[in-house]
């Protein structure tokens, strides 16, 4: 009966030295440091190595991903800030930051209202009508023209996209202008 109490007490101070060591291993989890048991500790600490190693590929994808969206955002032609519903710029591509203004770094958290205070601007997006894109002339860039467009994807994001239609503007100036001359001539 001794025998049996000291193999039980013997058996239940090494269960009890497992959980101590799996409890120290999930206050810092890592492949490089997890223990090793036996007998059915081994099964367990070897799923616990699996189900680490198979999170920390996901979590590598998951930033390749990413880092992947944030270059294809980043070489569109097109300027894309991403809001908040409160308008705090949550992250910018750098056409964006051109055509603003603005710096990503800088400028995240804070209100796009107050930092293009350009009134129509202002006006457009505190407005909540987004149907039809806003031409605007930023202040910041003389003889630049931008069309701004606002599409809602989330009950509390928006994205804005501004496009530069400077040139554009400037065809249909000359257009208006021939059609008016020429008109004016015939007369």
């Not at 206050?27 to 367990?44: D, K, N």
């Not at 994808?61 to 705090?88: C, H, K, M, Y």
């Not at 407005?127 to 509390?156: M, N, Q, T, Y």
Request: aromatic share 8%; with cysteine; hydrophobic share 45%.
């Amino acid at each position: 009966l001794w025998a049996a109490l000291v193999a039980l007490g013997v058996f239940f101070a090494l269960h009890l030295s497992y959980l101590s060591t799996l409890g120290a291993w999930l206050e810092q989890p890592s492949l490089s440091t997890i223990p090793e048991g036996r007998g059915s500790w081994a099964e367990v600490f070897d799923r616990l190595y699996k189900a680490r190693r198979a999170s920390e590929v996901n979590a590598r994808r998951l930033e390749e991903n990413e880092a992947r969206f944030r270059r294809t955002i980043s070489a569109l032609p097109e300027g894309i800030v991403l809001v908040d519903a409160a308008l705090q710029i949550e992250w910018c591509n750098p056409v964006a930051e051109q055509h603003l203004s603005i710096r990503v770094d800088a400028d995240r958290g804070m209100r796009i209202t107050n930092l293009v205070r350009d009134p129509a601007f202002v006006d457009y997006m505190t407005s909540a009508s987004f149907d039809e894109p806003l031409l605007f002339r930023p202040l910041s860039g003389p003889g630049l023209a931008l069309s701004i467009r606002v599409i809602s994807f989330e009950p509390a994001r928006s994205i804005i996209m501004s496009r530069d239609v400077t040139q554009a503007e400037r065809v249909d100036a000359m257009r208006r202008d021939f059609v008016a001359n020429v008109s004016h001539e015939l007369r």
